[in-house]
């Protein structure tokens, strides 16, 4: 009986599967595949004895097997069962046998018996003095509920450790032990720190060419002389003095490398170009919503394209408000760090649509104006009506009208008010 074989050889496959790198489910196949063993028929199944399961319910393990008292199975229904089992990541052994009868129609009891792995009920820490153990417990990768996979206990040591050298204690050593507990797929994590000396500052020095005095950046940082090392806290303070020169106008600045050798903490810092720009002539939209339409943050210098872009992006922020008449002028002076931009804007009035007309034939007017961005007693804008003509140019294209004209349309304003007239040739 296959099962029986695969019961009585699996611990011999485990150890051959460690040597050669192979997972027990693939060495299960290799067994099935061994030309010694030829399993034929079907096996009827009068009881199903269900032995080691824990974290898994007997009826979920023999759903995922495809196995039910009063039904059948053969060899390559079990195969494609264990297949399902193992890849809940929870089992490291599954065996299948029968234990009485075999054969074409042959009725019997089959036991299933499984090897769940081990999952972390709690994780302790001890021996830390300085080190808080919320600290440990959100650094330390393996959590509770999680499963326990052994080759994962010695990178959960790297990731604490490099933790611990990051919060300014290197050297530290994390000494991890499994606990077993009452439940045989329970265990429980001590984690006992080893805590180092740990590093302090005696001196912080700022780096590189800037227009602002040492103590002026410095006082931006928590960490202060006296205290421990910590690369936590000093990337929050780079964070800070970017957030500073940001507000000073400075649109990339540049914050680090940092060095720290016997004590001396050295930062590198590079404001960078520094943009002053002034608005006037906006009472419709905020001057906040204006400045966060500009690019030049995200690019990292001012150019002539990049100013053309923020006026494209400021004449966006007018057409959604209605004006379609927006004039804005630029005006960009000052020396190649330090520079000047000024946004002259002229608003008009804003403008609606008040009717829209549209001749046609084929296609009723009313299925053209469905499609169409553009709605009455909406905004109007002239670049939203370019690209409803050709939202409806291609609308015709696709019924097949292949010589379709939208003529040129005609726009009437009566003060802040929009009536549109689209005549379409449709062709043949």
């Known amino acids: 009986m296959l099962m029986a074989y695969l019961n009585k ?4 496959l485990r150890r051959s599967c460690r040597r050669a790198a192979l997972t027990p489910v693939f060495a299960f196949f290799l067994l099935l595949a061994a030309p010694p063993v030829i399993f034929a028929g079907t096996i009827d199944v009068n009881e199903v004895i269900v032995e080691g399961n824990s974290s898994i319910s007997r009826e979920e393990l023999l759903y995922l097997l495809d196995l039910t008292e009063g039904g059948s199975f053969d060899e390559d229904d079990i195969t494609r069962g264990i297949k399902r089992l193992f890849r809940k ?4 052994s599954i065996s299948v046998e029968t234990l009485e009868g075999e054969g074409e129609g042959a009725g019997g009891r089959v036991l299933v018996r499984v090897k769940e792995k081990a999952v972390i009920d709690d994780v302790y820490f ?5 080190l808080s153990s919320s600290f440990l417990k959100r650094w330390f990768p393996l959590k509770e509920g999680m499963v326990l996979e052994p080759d994962r206990l010695e990178s959960a040591r790297n990731v604490l450790e490099d933790a611990l050298e990051k919060r300014g204690f290197p050297d530290s050593i994390a000494e991890i032990n499994v606990v077993k507990t009452d439940d045989p797929y329970r265990v429980e994590l001590e984690v006992e720190i080893l805590e180092a000396v740990p590093q302090y500052i005696r001196l912080v020095e700022i780096i590189g060419r800037s227009d602002y005095p040492d103590h002026k950046l410095i006082s931006k940082m928590r960490l202060r002389v006296n205290d421990i ?4 806290k000093l990337e929050r303070d780079m964070e ?11 649109i990339k600045p540049d914050i680090g490398p940092y060095t720290f050798i016997d004590g001396q903490l050295l930062l590198g810092v590079k404001p960078g170009v520094r943009l002053e720009v002034e608005i006037t002539g906006n009472d419709s939209v905020a001057d906040r919503a204006i400045r966060a339409a500009m690019p030049f943050s995200e690019a990292g210098e001012v150019t002539d394209g990049l100013v053309t ?3 494209i992006r400021i004449n966006e922020l007018y057409t959604r408000k209605s004006f379609s008449e927006t004039r804005i002028v630029p005006v960009l002076a000052g020396e190649r760090d330090d520079l000047q931009l000024r946004f002259f804007i002229h608003e008009g009035i804003p403008q609606w649509v008040n009717e829209i007309t549209i001749k046609s034939m084929a296609v009723p007017p009313e299925k053209l104006l469905e499609i169409m961005v553009l709605k009455e007693r909406n905004p109007f804008g002239p670049k ?3 690209r409803d003509i ?7 294209l696709a019924l097949g009208y292949r010589d379709v004209d939208v003529h040129e349309p005609v726009v009437v304003r009566d003060e802040n008010r929009v009536s549109i007239v689209l005549e379409i040739d449709e062709g043949f």
Do not use: C, M, W
Not at 89 to 92: D, E, L, P, S, V
Not at 229 to 232: A, E, G, K, N, T
Not at 240 to 250: T, V
Not at 390 to 395: A, L, P, Q
């Open 384 to 386: 939203e009506l370019k």
């Open 309 to 311: 872009e923020a006026v």
């Open 229 to 232: 090392f910590d690369v936590f």
């Open 126 to 130: 001890y021996g830390q003095k300085r």
């Open 89 to 92: 990541g929870i089992f490291n």
């Open 240 to 250: 800070r003095i970017e957030s500073f020169l940001r507000s000073k106008g400075h």
């Open 9 to 12: 050889y699996y611990p011999y």
């Open 390 to 396: 050709g939202r409806i140019t291609e609308f015709y």
